[in-house]
C-alpha cells in the first residue's frame, strides 16, 4: 500500500478499501470511463473481476450506485461481503420484511448507501421509481446483462424494462456487464439497453487456469467418481444433470461412496434449495449436484471442478458454468461426459418445446455449436474462444491438447461444402440452410431443389462420397472451426473471413473421426490440477483455514467474504510479523487489516 499519495482516486479505493494492489486487465480504463460519467457495455469471463468495475466508480462518484441483479437469493451474501470490506451496501427485494425494507429505503435517501442492490422486477414497480428519484444516484450497473437478449440462454423478460434507466435518469452513466456474450448476444444487449453510446469493452474471455476435458460417456456416475477419487478429493465442485431425476440419483451415489454432496433442483421446496446453496457457499469440500436451476451469481472462489454429466444446450451455457471454476485463478477442471444419447435426447426436446419456429431453429444452432466442440480435434480452448469472436493458440492445458485424438483429412469435403455455399450466394445471391446444401452436394432432386433450379449448380451432386449424416457432421466441424457461420433465425450458412482459405487450398481441414464404441477412460491420465503450496507452509495454511471457519461461522457469512484462499496461501507463504507486513498481502484492506489483523497474526503464532 505504499505511494498512496501520488494514486488515482480509483487506485486509492482498490488499495484502501479491496487490499489489492493493480488493476486487472481492461479494470482501470472502464472505472476510469464510468467514473468519467460514460456508458460502457463490459464483455468479461467468469473470475475476470466485473464488479470492481462498478464497484470502485460508484464508490468514487457521488451518489449510491444501483446495481441491478436477478440474483436475490445471493443478494444477501454480496452485501455482507462489502459491509465486511467497510462498504456501505444494501438490497431492496421480495425477501425481505416491511420493516428491512424501509429502513434501506431511509439509508437511501439519506445518501447513506454506497451500493444498492436491486432485482429487476423491482424497477417495474412505481413506487421504486419514485423512491429513486429522491435520492442521488451515482450509476446503474446491469449485472447479468445477457438476460436481456432473447439470442442468448438466459432470457428474463423483466430485463427488457431496463431500456427505461436511461430516458428517466438521461444523466446518470450506465454499465451493463456479461460473462457470456457471442457477436449476436453483444449486439442484441446494446441495442435492447439502449447502449448504442456506451463504450465497449471486450476482454479475453480465456480461463487458463481451467482445464477443458470432454471424454465420452460410458457409465457416467462411475466416471465421475474416478474423476473426483483420482483428482479431486476434498474438493468443492458443482455436477450438473439434465433432469431433477439423475439429480438425485447422483447426489445419493455420491453420498453412498463416501464424498459429501447435496441435490439442487427447482423441484425442492425452497428452504432445502437456500439451505443447500448455503452450506455450499460456507462449508469447504461440498459437491452440489444439480440442474442449471443453480449456480448464476455463485462467486465462490474455490471451486475446484465443474463437472456435466449430459450435453449442455449451449456453448454460452457451458462456458457460464464451466466458469464456476477456479474464480480465484488456481487450476481448476471442466469435465464433460457426453454421448449419442444426449444428441438425441436434445433433438426431440428441441422439436417437442414450446415456443415459435424462431425459437426452435435458435435452439437448434447452439446445440450445434455445442455439438461441434463436442466432435473438435483441435484445441477446446481454442474452439471456445472462436465461438466468442476470440483468437487463441494451442493451449496444452485441454484433453485435446493432451491426448490428441484419431482424425482424418476433411479438406475436400470441405471445399465441396463451401463451393456449393459460395455458389449460392456469388452466382444466385441466396443463402440457404443445412439441409438444403445438402440436398444439393448428394444431389437431390426435391421439390425444393427444382423450384429453386439447383439441379443446374455445377456443384450438384458432387458429394456422394458421404452420407448425409456425414455432411452433417462436416458441418458441424466447420462451424466449429469458424470455417462456416450461421446466419438470422433461419440458420442459414454463410462463409466466414477464414473461408477464403479452404476454397483456395491454402490450408487442410482436419476432423475428428467419430467413434462407434464408448470409450471408457482409455485416453491417458492428463495430470492433477493440483494446487501447490510449498510443504512447509500447508499445516500454517490449514491453520489459517480453520481460523477462518470458526470466525465465518460466529458471523454466519460464508469463509471466502472473510478472506479468500488466494489470501490465506499467500499468508501461509510470506508469514508476515507485524500488521504492516500483513496489510501489504493481496486481500487485505484497510477494513479487512483493523477487524481480523490481530486475529490472523495470532493464529500464526499460535
Ligand atoms: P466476475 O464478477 O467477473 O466473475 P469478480 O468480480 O467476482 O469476477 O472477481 C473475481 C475474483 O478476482 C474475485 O475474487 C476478486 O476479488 C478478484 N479480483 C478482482 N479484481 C482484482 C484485482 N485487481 N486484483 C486482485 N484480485 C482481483
Ligand atoms: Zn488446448
Known amino acids: 500500500m505504499a505511494s498512496l499519495e501520488t494514486a488515482s482516486p480509483a487506485l486509492d479505493t482498490l488499495r484502501r478499501v479491496?487490499?489489492?494492489?493493480?488493476?486487472?486487465?481492461?479494470?482501470?480504463?472502464?472505472?476510469?470511463?464510468?467514473?468519467?460519467?460514460?456508458?460502457?457495455?463490459?464483455?468479461?469471463?467468469?473470475?475476470?473481476?466485473?464488479?470492481?468495475?462498478?464497484?470502485?466508480p460508484a464508490l468514487v462518484r457521488p451518489g449510491v450506485g444501483i446495481v441491478v441483479s436477478p440474483l436475490i437469493a445471493l443478494m444477501q451474501d454480496q452485501v455482507d461481503a462489502l459491509n465486511t470490506l467497510g462498504v456501505r451496501a444494501g438490497f431492496?427485494?421480495?425477501?425481505?420484511?416491511?420493516?428491512?425494507?424501509?429502513?434501506?429505503?431511509?439509508?437511501?435517501?439519506?445518501?447513506?448507501?454506497?451500493?444498492?442492490?436491486?432485482?429487476?422486477?423491482?424497477?417495474?414497480?412505481?413506487?421504486?421509481?419514485?423512491?429513486?428519484?429522491?435520492?442521488r444516484i451515482s450509476l446503474f450497473a446491469i449485472d447479468e446483462a445477457h438476460c436481456v437478449a432473447q439470442w442468448g440462454h438466459d432470457f428474463r423478460p423483466d430485463y427488457l424494462g431496463l431500456s427505461q434507466l436511461h430516458e428517466r435518469w438521461p444523466d446518470v452513466p450506465r454499465i451493463a456487464l456479461t460473462a457470456t456474450a457471442t457477436e449476436a448476444t453483444h449486439a442484441e444487449i446494446a441495442n435492447r439497453l439502449n447502449l448504442?453510446?456506451?463504450?465497449?469493452?471486450?476482454?479475453?474471455?480465456?480461463?487458463?487456469?481451467?482445464?477443458?476435458?470432454?471424454?465420452?460417456?460410458?457409465?457416467?456416475?462411475?466416471?465421475?467418481?474416478?474423476?473426483?477419487?483420482?483428482?479431486?478429493?476434498?474438493?468443492?465442485?458443482?455436477?450438473y444433470c439434465l433432469s431433477r431425476a439423475s439429480v438425485e440419483k447422483t447426489a445419493e451415489f455420491l453420498v453412498a461412496n463416501g464424498i459429501p454432496a447435496v441435490p439442487y433442483h427447482a423441484g425442492l421446496d425452497a428452504r432445502t434449495r437456500a439451505e443447500n446453496q448455503s452450506r455450499f457457499?460456507?462449508?469447504?469440500?461440498?459437491?452440489?449436484?444439480?440442474?442449471?436451476?443453480?449456480?448464476?451469481?455463485?462467486?465462490k472462489p474455490d471451486v475446484r471442478f465443474v463437472a456435466h454429466l449430459?450435453?449442455?444446450?449451449?456453448?454460452?451455457?457451458?462456458?457460464?458454468?464451466?466458469?464456476?471454476?477456479?474464480?480465484?485463478?488456481?487450476?481448476?477442471?471442466?469435465?464433460?461426459?457426453?454421448g449419442?444419447?444426449?444428441?438425441?435426447?436434445?433433438?426431440?426436446m428441441i422439436e417437442t418445446s414450446e415456443g415459435d419456429d424462431a425459437h426452435r431453429r435458435r435452439q437448434s444452432t447452439h446445440l450445434d455449436a455445442m455439438l461441434a466442440l463436442c466432435e473438435t480435434v483441435t484445441c477446446r480452448r481454442v474452439q471456445l474462444l472462436n465461438y466468442f469472436g476470440q483468437r487463441g493458440e494451442p493451449c496444452g492445458n485441454c484433453d485435446t491438447c493432451l491426448t490428441p485424438p484419431e482424425s482424418w483429412d476433411g479438406t475436400?469435403?470441405?471445399?465441396?461444402?463451401?463451393?456449393?455455399?459460395?455458389?449460392?450466394?456469388?452466382?444466385?445471391?441466396?443463402?440457404?440452410?443445412?439441409?438444403?446444401?445438402?440436398?444439393?452436394?448428394?444431389?437431390?432432386?426435391?421439390?425444393?431443389?427444382?423450384?429453386?433450379?439447383?439441379?443446374?449448380?455445377?456443384?450438384?451432386?458432387?458429394?456422394?462420397?458421404?452420407?448425409?449424416?456425414?455432411?452433417?457432421?462436416?458441418?458441424?466441424?466447420?462451424?466449429?472451426?469458424?470455417?462456416?457461420?450461421?446466419?438470422g433465425d433461419y440458420g442459414t450458412l454463410v462463409l466466414t473471413d477464414a473461408s477464403a482459405s479452404v476454397l483456395r487450398k491454402e490450408r487442410t481441414v482436419l476432423m475428428r473421426r467419430e467413434q462407434e464404441k464408448a470409450a471408457t477412460s482409455k485416453a491417458a491420465k492428463p495430470k492433477k490440477a493440483a494446487v501447490d503450496l510449498p510443504a512447509e507452509a500447508v499445516p500454517v495454511f490449514e491453520k489459517l483455514r480453520a481460523w477462518r471457519g470458526a470466525a465465518a461461522k460466529e458471523q454466519g457469512v460464508p469463509a471466502y467474504v472473510i478472506f479468500h484462499?488466494?489470501?490465506l496461501r499467500e499468508i501461509a507463504t510470506a508469514l508476515p510479523k507485524t500488521l504492516a507486513d500483513l496489510g501489504r498481502i493481496n486481500g487485505v484492506g484497510e477494513n479487512k487489516l483493523a477487524k481480523y489483523g490481530q486475529q490472523v497474526l495470532d493464529a500464526l503464532e499460535g
Open 565 to 567: 484462499d488466494a489470501t
Open 340 to 348: 449419442l444419447q444426449d444428441v438425441v435426447q436434445q433433438r426431440k
Open 196 to 239: 448504442g453510446e456506451a463504450r465497449h469493452f471486450v476482454a479475453s474471455f480465456d480461463r487458463p487456469n481451467i482445464q477443458y476435458r470432454i471424454v465420452s460417456k460410458a457409465d457416467p456416475k462411475r466416471q465421475l467418481l474416478d474423476l473426483l477419487r483420482n483428482e479431486h478429493t476434498g474438493d468443492a465442485g458443482i455436477v
Open 92 to 135: 431492496l427485494n421480495s425477501t425481505q420484511d416491511f420493516e428491512e425494507r424501509r429502513l434501506t429505503e431511509a439509508m437511501f435517501q439519506a445518501g447513506e448507501l454506497d451500493l444498492l442492490y436491486l432485482a429487476p422486477e423491482r424497477l417495474r414497480v412505481p413506487a421504486t421509481l419514485e423512491l429513486l428519484d429522491r435520492g
Open 412 to 487: 475436400v469435403a470441405a471445399q465441396k461444402l463451401l463451393s456449393t455455399i459460395f455458389r449460392l450466394q456469388k452466382e444466385r445471391r441466396q443463402k440457404f440452410g443445412a439441409g438444403q446444401v445438402i440436398d444439393i452436394l448428394l444431389g437431390r432432386k426435391t421439390a425444393k431443389v427444382i423450384q429453386h433450379d439447383h439441379d443446374t449448380l455445377t456443384v450438384f451432386g458432387i458429394g456422394e462420397e458421404l452420407s448425409e449424416a456425414g455432411w452433417r457432421g462436416v458441418v458441424r466441424q466447420l462451424l466449429a472451426q469458424g470455417l462456416l457461420a450461421v446466419e
Open 310 to 338: 449430459d450435453l449442455p444446450k449451449s456453448v454460452e451455457g457451458y462456458y457460464q458454468e464451466t466458469g464456476r471454476a477456479g474464480r480465484d485463478g488456481l487450476p481448476s477442471t471442466a469435465w464433460l461426459a457426453y
Open 18 to 56: 479491496f487490499g489489492y494492489d493493480s488493476f486487472r486487465g481492461e479494470q482501470e480504463a472502464i472505472i476510469d470511463h464510468v467514473a468519467g460519467g460514460g456508458d460502457a457495455l463490459v464483455l468479461m469471463p467468469t473470475g475476470g473481476g466485473k464488479s470492481l468495475c462498478y464497484q470502485i
Open 281 to 299: 457457499l460456507r462449508e469447504d469440500g461440498l459437491i452440489v449436484v444439480a440442474t442449471i436451476a443453480f449456480g448464476m451469481g455463485i462467486d
